[in-house]
């Protein structure tokens, strides 16, 4: 499948983002999504997933904050609310091996 990211920007802290993975290509059933972090410096680091049956589950920095939700087979969105300076990174979806390029998240204090 070939994986894309859009949604990233400036938002200011406190402020809500919403980013979505968009899959292509030959797809045959709700396959589970990733969602991960890189901040500059940093290692890539686990943030969301949701299952093919739906079932979500958050790193514990997000909880709460963070809200990934299936629109269709081939889309899944990222809701981030409450963000923080933290939060700021390049955000990346992860799906059956395959990485999108990322979407930029920048959180201005």
């Known amino acids: 499948v070939l994986v894309v990211e859009s949604g990233g920007g400036l938002v200011q802290a406190g402020g809500s983002l919403t980013l979505s993975c968009t899959i292509s290509?030959?797809?045959?059933?709700?396959?589970?999504f990733d969602w991960y972090r890189q901040a500059p410096g940093k290692q890539r680091e686990w943030v969301a997933s949701i299952g093919g049956s739906g079932h979500t589950n958050y790193a514990g920095f997000v909880v709460g904050r963070f809200t990934i939700a299936r629109e269709n087979m081939q889309r899944v969105r990222l809701q981030m609310d409450t963000l923080k300076s933290e939060d700021a990174a390049v955000y990346y979806c992860?799906?059956?091996?395959?990485w999108g390029q990322g979407t930029q998240v920048t959180v201005s204090s």
């Open positions: 992860h799906v059956r091996g395959a």
């Open positions: 290509g030959r797809i045959l059933s709700s396959y589970a």
